[in-house]
Each structure stands twice: as structure tokens, then as C-alpha cells.
């Protein structure tokens, strides 16, 4: 079963936009919790990462919100252009570094 | 992509044929992994390696099998290659709790 549950499949917003991406977790084990990009045909990039001390984090256009208590967290990228469209993975990781990802959200941004 | 690189970077086989990925790192990383990617699942881990020689299963290890004999190199064999297993497998090295990925490998098993 997915340990990581991602939404939206998918998300079509105009430039200028801001896309929210959302995910929940179960396993109260997990401790960090990164954000990666992917371009077609290249492999994921890391693009932010959180750990559940802190409820938000910033880096550029990129935020991360985090609840704790209801164990989800969610991804807003501010001011969206076409070149953020690609497909965004959450992921959650225990101490042992067992990361597991979400399914994915494919992302456009129509210009 | 952090230094990593994976050979083929596209592969064609047939059912039943033996097939072995490669996977080499420059970042002196100690960890590596190899991943799946299918469309709906994500990223699902199928063996990782905590040092030379040293490698330990992942979620979805049936069907495959790894080596380490260098720090550098990390390989993936499929030993008897099956439709099931076509995929784009991806690579990856960590270092602190971030992990860098390859560029992957498109695998079709006809």
C-alpha cells in the first residue's frame, strides 16, 4: 500500500498561478519529508525539504507547509511559470533513510 | 545529476534473458539505491547498498538482485527478465539525508 499519499494526479494552472500540491502520511516514524522535481527524460531533483520541527519552510517560489497532527503536508510553488511544469514527487523518510514516495503530480503551467 | 550516471540508458530484451544495469557514482557517496518508476506507484525501492559488498533488500526486491564491489559502481540484475519488470529505473546516491538520482535507465522486456 502507498505509504505516501499524493494528490492531485495531476494540475493545470495559468502562469502566475499558484499550484498546491498536497500529501499525507501514516507512519509517525517518518522525519523528513523532501520534495523533488522531475523534467521528462531526466531523473527526480531534489527541490525542498522539511522535518516536522518547523510548519513551513521557504526557497524562492517553492513552500512547504506542514501539520503535524493531522500528517500531511503540502507544496505551493508561488507565482507559477511554464517552466515549472513537470511532475512533482513528495517523499517521507525515516531515520534509516527508508524514503517512500508519494505517485506523483503532473504539473502545467499554461503560459 | 550529482555526479551519476547509468548505462544502458535504454534497453531492449526478450522474456526470459538475463540483464544487468549499471550504476557509477563520482561523489564517494557510501549509500546507493535503485529504484522503479511506474506510472501511479512513484518511486519504489528495490535493493539499497550501505557499503562495498554490503546490500540489503527494498520493497520490491522479487526478481532482482544487486552487487557492490566498489564504492563507485552499484549493479542491478534482472535474472530472468519478465514484462513485469519494464520500467525506468533510477539510480541513486545519498549523502545526509538528501539523495541525488541518475538519469535513468528505460528498460522494455518484450
Known amino acids: 500500500q502507498q505509504q505516501v499519499k499524493q494528490s492531485p494526479q495531476s494540475l493545470i494552472v495559468q502562469k502566475g498561478g499558484i499550484p498546491i500540491i498536497n500529501c499525507a502520511y501514516e507512519?509517525?516514524?517518518?522525519?523528513?519529508f523532501p520534495w523533488y522535481q522531475q523534467f521528462p527524460g531526466k531523473g527526480p531533483a531534489l527541490l525542498i525539504a522539511?522535518?516536522?520541527?518547523?510548519s513551513e519552510k521557504k526557497e524562492g517560489r517553492f513552500t512547504i507547509s506542514f501539520n503535524k497532527s493531522a500528517k500531511q503536508f503540502s507544496l505551493h510553488i508561488m507565482d507559477s511559470q511554464p517552466g515549472d511544469s513537470a511532475t512533482y514527487f513528495c517523499a517521507a523518510s525515516t531515520v534509516h533513510n527508508d524514503m517512500r514516495f508519494g505517485a506523483g503530480t503532473r504539473l502545467t503551467v499554461k503560459p | 545529476d550529482a555526479g551519476i550516471t547509468q548505462s544502458p540508458r535504454h534497453k531492449v530484451t526478450e522474456t526470459g534473458t538475463p540483464v544487468t544495469l549499471r550504476c557509477h557514482q563520482t561523489?564517494?557517496?557510501?549509500?546507493m539505491y535503485w529504484y522503479r518508476q511506474d506510472p501511479g506507484h512513484g518511486l519504489r525501492l528495490i535493493h539499497y547498498s550501505y557499503g562495498v559488498k554490503d546490500t540489503d533488500k527494498g520493497e520490491v526486491s522479487d526478481g532482482y538482485s544487486v552487487s557492490r564491489s566498489k564504492t563507485e559502481d552499484f549493479l542491478l540484475t534482472l535474472e530472468s527478465a519478465t514484462s513485469s519488470q519494464t520500467s525506468v529505473y533510477f539510480c541513486?546516491?545519498?549523502?545526509?539525508?538528501?539523495?541525488?538520482f541518475g538519469p535513468g535507465t528505460r528498460l522494455t522486456v518484450t
Open positions: 561523489e564517494n557517496h557510501r549509500y
Open positions: 522539511i522535518r516536522p520541527d518547523v
Open positions: 507512519n509517525t516514524a517518518f522525519d523528513y
Open positions: 541513486a546516491t545519498r549523502e545526509g539525508r538528501e539523495q541525488y
